[in-house]
Nanobody, 123 residues
Framework: VQLQASGGGLVQAGGSLRLSCAAS????????MGWFRQAPGKEREFVAC????????YYEDSVKGRFTISRDNAKNTVYLQMNSLKPEDTAVYYC?????????????????WGQGTQVTVSS
């Protein structure tokens, strides 16, 4: 499974960005997909995840109500719509996938990782 994240950029506080992650593989609809982020000097942390069908979604508390994870299984793509962005959202954002039929907030849950896309929110 190969993952390609895109959509990062520089935005002012209060603005919006939509990240995309395109995945390879014939059984994308069975992958749980996650988004993580890593700010400078900090550990990589969970942001959101979505089950293969899209029926189960989890968010990290600080992004609830501002970020929305979704997926289009016909396009093998997962999205992260980020609204009301704050300077503390500045980080490299990574998409991740697991084919093991599980979902969760831990890095170890996911076998496959994309290359990351930079999101910078200015105050």
């Amino acid at each position: 499974v190969q993952l390609q994240a895109s959509g990062g950029g520089l935005v002012q506080a209060g603005g919006s960005l939509r990240l995309s992650c395109a995945a390879s593989g014939r059984t994308f609809s069975s992958y749980t997909m996650g988004w993580f982020r890593q700010a400078p000097g900090k550990e990589r942390e969970f942001v959101a995840c979505i089950s293969g069908s899209g029926g189960t979604i989890y968010y990290e508390d600080s992004v609830k109500g501002r970020f929305t994870i979704s997926r289009d299984n016909a396009k093998n793509t997962v999205y992260l719509q980020m609204n009301s962005l704050k300077p503390e959202d500045t980080a490299v954002y990574y998409c991740a996938a697991t084919t093991r039929g599980v979902y969760g907030i831990y890095l170890s849950t996911y076998e496959y990782w994309g290359q990351g896309t930079q999101v910078t929110v200015s105050s």
